[in-house]
Nanobody
Framework: QVQLVESGGGLVQAGGSLRLTCAAS????????MGWYRQAPGKQRESVAH???????NYADSVKGRFTISRDNAKNKVYLQMNSLKPEDTAVYYC?????????????WGQGTQVTVSS
């Protein structure tokens, strides 16, 4: 099992940048695929970016070219660098960890961190 703690959220003006950090517990962090999701008020939670155990990445179309996901297995951390922020990026951002063991997929969520982008 892994525990996730997000940090780095806050209030920023449109066009600004933030870097979110997700710190994971446990000794097998490198075995987890990691992702960032977000949920805006009144909307469903949506995928933002993912990074595999091999550091392959993919992004939602809405953030491509603006957001970058990365991981540091030595520090048990995953990051989301967010540039050129827009008001529509305002949401609670959640870190997600996923691991496949044999045929069982287990997923874990952090508690979330608020990102507010003012216009």
């Amino acid at each position: 099992q892994v525990q996730l703690v997000e940090s780095g959220g806050g209030l920023v003006q449109a066009g600004g940048s933030l870097r979110l950090t997700c710190a994971a517990s446990g000794r097998t962090f490198s075995n987890y695929g990691m992702g960032w999701y977000r949920q805006a008020p009144g909307k469903q939670r949506e995928s933002v970016a993912h990074i595999t155990t091999g550091s392959s990445t993919n992004y939602a179309d809405s953030v491509k070219g603006r957001f970058t996901i990365s991981r540091d297995n030595a520090k048990n951390k995953v990051y989301l660098q967010m540039n050129s922020l827009k008001p529509e990026d305002t949401a609670v951002y959640y870190c997600y960890a996923m691991i496949l063991v044999l045929t069982t997929v287990s997923g874990y969520w952090g508690q979330g961190t608020q990102v507010t982008v003012s216009s």
